[in-house]
Structures are given as C-alpha cells and as structure tokens.
C-alpha cells in the first residue's frame, strides 16, 4: 500500500491554464505538506496543514491554492500558470516535522 | 530562521570506498536535524535522524552521521559504498517547538555518484 501518493505523475500544460495537482495519505497524520523542487534540486516548502487547517504559508504567489477536503487529503490548484513554475511538487505527511513521508512528485512542465 | 549548507555539490566515489558528505546548519534556536536521499525519479526518503540523545545516528543502509554542535555540523558517513548509492543526499534541519508550526529547511543537496 502506497503511503503517500500524488497524481498525476507527470504533467504538462500551456501557459495561463489552470491545473491541480491531488495528495492522499494512508497513514493517518494530521500534517500534510506541499513542497516545490526547482530545476537545481532545491527544495522548499509551499504549505503544510495540520487538521485542515493551514498552519504554514510561505511567499507563494496567490495563484497557488491548496486545499484539504480531509486529514487524508491536500491537493494544490494553480491558476495561470507561468514557466516558471515548471518544477517537481512533492507532497509529504507527518506527525510532526521531524516524521515526514514524501509521494513520488508530480514533475509539472509549462511550455 | 535556519540555513543548511552543503558544500559539495557532487561527490563521485568507488565503489566499496567510504564517503563522508558534509552539512553544515545556522540556527538562532535548538534543532532537529535529517538527511534525506532522493533516488533518481523518486521522492524523498529518510535515512536518519537526530532530535537528541547520542550524537552518533545509524541510519539505513548502513549510513551514520554525526551531530557536533560546537562545529554546527552533521555530516553523513558510510565505511563502504555501492552502486545502489548513487543518488541525491539533501541534509535538513527543523527547528524544536512545541507549537506544531515546525517545517524542514532543506540544503542544496550533494550528488553522490558511484564508481564501478
């Protein structure tokens, strides 16, 4: 069983279109997170929420939206999108910060 | 606010040598501290960590590191290698709290490539 799972695994999508990206977990933490990886590697976290409710927001422009229908669930919606934000998008859960489990990353690719 | 630094951004290696990839953090408060490995194509999983006690940390794999405060250091050691190794080490850290609002800084990640 898959603990964290992220679909799709690849996406690719013009300029200005709207897209999301789902996050489901199966292991029962109250924290999920959203994490972007850059063209170098670097990784830095987007959101986390703890129980629905948004604990942390870095300086992520408005045009991304994460929502958290249930504990099980966080999924990121982008609004036009622009090549800059062609990236890997992890999604992790945990019960605190130093338990995280990450999915496979959905490689988001803006032409 | 915390920073992670690690130096090399590549490290190739022979297979069966040992390795030591180097992290360094800055934090203004107590610590928690990780490393992580990113196989190719994959996400992130944990090799081990360090929230207290010994400062000597096992992790799988057969990966240790050692936590130096003094130095503010934690760096990643395995005696021998294998070609299954190869991969992306990203060393971070978490601040402590109590408040729930912990999140992971993460360094720049060392690329470590495996001789055959």
């Known amino acids: 069983d898959t603990a964290v799972s992220q679909t799709p695994k690849y996406l690719v999508t013009q300029m200005g279109n709207d897209k999301s990206i789902k996050c489901e977990q199966n292991l029962g933490h109250d924290t999920m997170y959203w994490y972007k990886q850059d063209s170098k590697k670097f990784l830095k976290i987007m959101f986390s929420y703890n129980n629905k409710e948004l604990i942390i927001n870095e300086t992520v422009p408005n045009r991304f939206s994460p929502k958290s229908p249930d504990k099980a669930h966080l999924n990121l919606h982008i609004n036009s999108l622009e090549l800059g934000d062609s990236a890997v998008y992890f999604c992790?859960?945990?019960?605190?910060?130093?338990?995280?489990?990450f999915g496979p990353g959905t490689r988001l690719t803006v032409t | 606010a915390q920073s992670v630094t690690q130096l090399d951004s590549q490290v190739p290696v022979f297979e069966e040598a040992p390795v030591e990839l180097r992290c360094n953090y800055s934090s203004s408060v107590s610590v928690y501290l990780f490393w992580y490995v990113q196989y190719p194509n994959q996400g992130l999983q944990l090799l081990l960590k360090?929230?207290?006690?010994?400062?000597l940390v096992k992790g799988i794999n057969g990966f240790e590191a050692e936590f130096n405060k003094s130095q503010t250091s934690f760096h990643l050691r395995k005696p021998s290698v294998h070609i299954s190794d190869t991969a992306e080490y990203f060393c971070?850290?978490?601040?402590?709290?109590?408040?729930?609002?912990?999140?992971?800084?993460f360094g720049t990640g060392t690329r470590l490539t495996i001789i055959p």
């Open positions: 360090y929230l207290s006690g010994s400062t």
């Open positions: 971070a850290v978490s601040p402590i709290s109590n408040f729930g609002n912990e999140k992971l800084t």
């Open positions: 992790a859960s945990g019960r605190r910060a130093y338990e995280q489990y």
